[in-house]
């Protein structure tokens, strides 16, 4: 899926009320990968052709699935764990749905 402004929005709105194609693992999966390549390419938002806003809206995902996962389970759990069972609350996806809706 390309990333857009209205794509992260339609994503999140999915993921947020169980009509995605996606699982939680694969939207945040999807997310971190957008993130980490404007990290690792030193790319502004602008060069992804997506807000700054966006760009914050990814890296709180993709923060929030980890903090999630680990002040959920032990190491020894998450070991073993099938991510692609994991829902991570809809309060953390609520921020982004919020700030997204006021931008678009």
């Known amino acids: 899926m390309i990333l857009t402004d209205e794509t992260l929005y339609q994503a999140i709105k999915d993921i947020y009320f169980d009509k995605s194609d996606m699982n939680h693992r694969e939207f945040c999966d999807w997310a971190s990968m957008h993130f980490r390549r404007m990290i690792n390419e030193d790319l502004d938002p602008e060069d992804l052709g997506i807000s700054s ?42 921020y982004g749905i919020d700030k997204l809706i006021l931008k678009i």
């Open 53 to 94: 806003l966006t760009a914050n809206i990814l890296m709180d995902i993709d923060a929030q699935w980890n903090l999630y996962l680990a002040n959920t389970y032990l190491p020894n759990t998450l070991k073993s764990l099938n991510l692609n069972n994991i829902k991570s609350p809809r309060m953390y996806l609520d």
